[in-house]
């Protein structure tokens, strides 16, 4: 077996830590991250070079990353060896971005066999690392990273102009290159009706919202990514400080909105959890947008402590595994929508059932 | 296409919204989705880094013979060129993108009042590349680089044995460099 899709597979073994582990705030806050955008000095951008620039970009930073040693375990992946459902597992895990499961030439990633910190090759930049780290620590995931590209900057000339910084191929990320992020999941905001408010008043702030699961208005599962969009002007210490400033109130009202949910709609709320867990625990035939939503109600009610025998940091895992194209390669076969429905149901009910037995 | 907002500037960037069932775009260019995104509900929350993204991709699907015409005929007489990559005022309007490091200094003038209107200040004040041994081990990359491009060529014209040699070159750089 090549070795790319070895490593997609090494990758399935794995537990995902930043999903698996324990973080600070991590009933709410489910995962830190941040990502730098880096390109090579004297070298066209990406979106301008021709399949051979690409190609030759690609192995010299391939090079600079053995050399520069940032990895414990590298697991080296060339895109277009593999198959696109590989490359969908690997979108899933959140290690490339969807721009890249299209067939892209000189497309490549290098990640820790962690999962906690990666670089991008040749996407929208040359350079686009990312580190992850479980539950809200964006300033230790900054840290991380920060030393991360010291090191890699030391083998690689990187594009910088003493005003603009580090020069990117889309100049709303010029500067720093920096985009921060923290994933929320607010449940009870969604269920007092509050969250368009917070959503709306966040933006005000500068900042990004958008759902984790389904494009535009549509959310699934109630996660929510917070970023910054400014890249100029401030350090990166700042956009950091900036932005946990208000992931910290954020976090505040979703603790409000449950403790109100508690006292004043009890039944409401147990009724919410107490369902979702019946059907996760016994359907047969189950959607994704079913399984989101009702993973998300579950997460909630273990968090409240309604359900001590199940673990948090499954029901985290199954947000990610129980994706279409994990679920094919576990069935390690082409599952067309309703078999996936299928397996999926049967996925999720060994799943719970495998941490009861554990309690 | 023109921007629905100043109706000077093409429109690049394409937003979908499904209301009451009912779908409905927008097409706005950089600069007004910039201004726009400060103020207007309804953009608020669009990262613009990913609309501009999105337009890369979508704009070959979306657009009709009509519409290329009108890219390609905008504005000849400002039609600005990068020596280095060759990105012209066009493209960056159509992608959003730019083509290389240089490319900030051709277009510097279109980028000023945009980057004020996207960002919290005009100048970085964030961290710096590192010092001398960056410039040398950049020095190594591109010599490697060089080589890599020299050897593809000489597969290409089927020189092995002056191929041979080469890749030992790159193999002993990239071991001892
Ligand atoms: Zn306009
Ligand atoms: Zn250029």
Not at chain 1, 55 to 63: D, F, L
Not at chain 1, 161 to 168: E, I, K, R, W
């Amino acid at each position: 077996m090549p070795e790319s899709e070895n490593n997609v597979e090494m990758l399935l073994s794995n537990k995902v830590s930043w999903l698996s582990d324990s973080g600070p705030e991590d009933d709410i806050a489910i995962s830190s991250r941040i990502r730098l955008a880096r390109n090579l000095e004297g070298i066209p951008f990406t979106i301008s070079a021709d399949p051979e620039r690409l190609a030759n970009t690609m192995s010299a930073i391939q090079v600079a990353i053995r050399k520069a040693g940032c990895f414990n375990l590298p697991l080296d992946f060339n895109l277009i060896k593999l198959k696109e459902l590989d490359r969908k597992v690997l979108l899933e895990r959140r290690l490339i971005s969807r721009e890249f499961v299209a067939e892209r030439y000189g497309a490549g990633i290098v990640v820790n066999r962690d999962e906690d910190i990666g670089i991008m090759i040749n996407e929208e930049d040359h350079i686009r690392i990312q580190a992850l780290k479980p539950g809200f620590q964006l300033r230790e995931v900054w840290e991380a990273i920060n030393a991360f590209d010291d090191n890699l900057g030391k083998e690689l000339p990187y594009a910088f102009d003493n005003d603009l910084g580090y020069l990117t191929s889309c100049p709303t990320n010029v500067g720093t290159g920096m985009r921060a992020s923290v994933m929320l999941h607010l449940p009870g905001l969604v269920l007092s009706g509050q969250i368009y408010a917070v959503t709306q008043g966040v933006s005000k702030l500068g900042l990004a919202v958008r759902g984790f699961f389904g494009e535009g208005t549509e959310n699934l599962g109630n996660l929510y990514q917070i970023s910054n969009q400014s890249t100029l002007g401030e350090s990166e210490e700042q956009i950091v400080d900036r932005l946990s400033t208000v992931i910290r109130q954020i976090i505040g009202h979703e603790k409000n909105a449950r403790q109100a949910l508690l006292e004043k709609k009890q039944e409401f709320l147990l009724n919410h959890v107490g369902r979702a867990y019946g059907i996760l625990r016994h359907a047969y035939i189950i959607s994704s947008e079913e399984t989101l939503n009702s993973l998300s109600a579950l997460r909630m009610g273990v968090d409240m402590g309604m359900f001590s025998s199940v673990d948090i940091h499954t029901v985290n895992e199954l947000f990610v595994i129980i994706q279409p194209a994990h679920l094919q390669k576990y069935a390690k076969k082409e599952l067309v929508s309703e078999e996936r429905d299928v397996f999926r149901a049967a996925l999720v009910r060994e799943k719970l059932r495998t941490i009861d037995k554990n309690a | 296409m023109l921007c629905k907002i100043c109706n000077k500037n093409p429109a690049t960037i394409h937003i979908q919204e499904i209301v009451n069932g009912e779908k409905k775009s927008l097409h706005i260019c950089a600069e007004c989705a910039a201004k726009k995104s400060q103020s207007d509900p309804v953009l608020q929350g669009f990262n613009l880094a990913e609309m501009l993204y999105n337009l890369s991709g979508q704009i070959d699907m979306t657009q009709d013979e009509e519409h290329k015409e009108e890219l390609s005929s905008a504005e000849p007489q400002n039609l600005l060129v990068c020596e280095d990559c060759g990105w012209d005022t066009a493209k960056f309007r159509k992608t959003g993108r730019l083509g290389c490091a240089k490319c900030y200094q051709v277009f510097r003038e279109i980028l000023t009042s945009a980057l004020k209107n996207m960002h919290r200040g005009a100048m970085h004040v964030g961290k710096r590349p590192g010092g001398e041994n960056n410039r040398e081990a950049g020095k190594l990359m591109l010599e490697i680089m060089n080589l890599q491009k020299e050897l593809d060529e000489l597969v290409q014209r089927e020189e092995y044995e002056k191929a041979a040699v080469v890749r030992d070159k790159i193999n002993a750089l990239k071991n001892n460099g």
